[in-house]
């Protein structure tokens, strides 16, 4: 049977070719219709824009790290210098999340998915051991009896993420906090993990042209 056809686009080739880009990210959408769900989400080759209004995190730390995953094209693997933040719990509001995918095939060109939740403010995002690979980050920030300079292997809850020790030298630079409080945040990231992930007042959208969050 032949793919179907909406406006000239074969909708099951356009869903294919987004794909290595964008699959995960519209996972966490459709699978968030539940609610809470274990959440771990990368953009294959490419960075990805967050902002926030607000992230308050508890048990915050920080270190170095390496990103890893395919190239776009999936030829082959890259890494990426990372700072890891991770809370063992966290609340956000008014979450953006964009990631653009360039030179789609069939006349399609640039395509923005834009992922939005917590825009309420009393029904923010939620998350339980949250940990981002960033690689750019700008907000006001405020934390809470912060120990700077502890080794990354001994910087307490939530600890190194499991499953990446390989990629962190324990003896070098981390910090930790009891509370963290950012707002304004502006961020690039090349990956979130959450073991769970709870969006409220979640809408996802894709749009043409190249139309990040920030």
């Known amino acids: 049977m032949s793919s179907q056809v909406r ?29 809470a769900l274990a959440a ?15 992230l308050v995190g508890h048990d915050f730390v920080q270190y170095g790290s390496v990103a890893t ?8 693997d890259e890494a ?7 809370f063992s719990d966290a609340t956000i509001t008014n979450m953006c999340q964009s990631v653009v995918t360039p030179n789609l095939p069939f006349g399609l060109g640039t395509v ?18 949250l940990y981002l690979d960033v690689a750019e980050l700008d907000a006001d920030a405020e934390f809470t009896n912060i120990d700077i300079g502890v080794a990354a292997g001994n910087i307490g ?6 499953g990446t020790e390989k990629k962190v030298n324990p003896n070098s630079f981390g910090q930790r906090a009891e509370e963290a409080k950012l707002t304004k945040v502006r961020q690039t990231a090349w990956a979130t993990t959450a ?8 809408s996802l959208r894709l749009k043409s042209g190249n139309k990040p969050c920030y």
């Open 157 to 162: 809850k939530p600890g190194i993420q499991a």
């Open 40 to 54: 771990s989400f990368s953009v294959s080759g490419q960075d990805f824009k967050v902002t926030a209004d607000s």
């Open 195 to 202: 073991g769970t992930f709870k969006l409220s007042d979640l």
């Open 7 to 35: 406006g000239g686009t074969r909708w099951k080739r356009f869903a294919l070719v987004m794909v290595p880009s964008v699959a995960a990210t519209a996972a966490v959408g459709v699978g968030l219709a539940q609610g």
């Open 69 to 76: 995953g395919k190239s776009l094209d999936g030829t082959k």
């Open 112 to 129: 923005t998915l834009r992922l939005t939740a917590g825009t309420n403010p009393n029904k923010p995002v939620t998350a339980s051991n």
């Open 80 to 86: 990426h210098a990372v700072a890891v933040s991770g």
